[in-house]
């Protein structure tokens, strides 16, 4: 059965920096892409990063520049770098796969995904 495993949240000071990594098992990681979506107490669960297995990287207009997704196919394994978090940020942050979807529509909504993760919190103190 196939599954993706959140790892590397915390709690981190306004201005700092994090990495979060999302390890898949039991797909076909090479033609799944991967997103990371946050929900915020009290709010949606929103898109913030997707890659797909081809390397195209999508990104919500708010951590452009501070956030940056990439994988590594060999480890079956997406990350999330972000920097220069704000409290704003704060988060629970889920991975999510999509198998043989690519479309920009489809990866920054929830919907689009197959797997889901259970999340890693993310805590930005200012």
């Known amino acids: 059965q196939a599954q993706v495993v959140e790892s590397g949240g915390g709690l981190v000071q306004a201005g700092g920096s994090l990495r979060l990594s999302c390890a898949a098992a039991g797909l076909t990681f090479r033609s799944t892409s991967m997103g990371w979506f946050r929900q915020a107490p009290g709010k949606e669960r929103e898109f913030v990063a997707a890659?797909?297995?081809?390397?195209?990287?999508y990104y919500q207009d708010s951590v452009k520049g501070r956030f940056t997704i990439s994988r590594d196919n060999a480890k079956n394994t997406v990350y999330l770098r972000m920097n220069s978090l704000k409290p704003e940020d704060t988060a629970v942050y889920y991975c999510a796969g999509a198998v043989r979807i690519s479309a920009r529509m489809e990866l920054t909504t929830t919907g689009g995904y197959h797997y889901w993760g259970q999340g890693t919190q993310v805590t930005v103190s200012s």
């Open positions: 890659i797909t297995w081809l390397g195209t990287t």
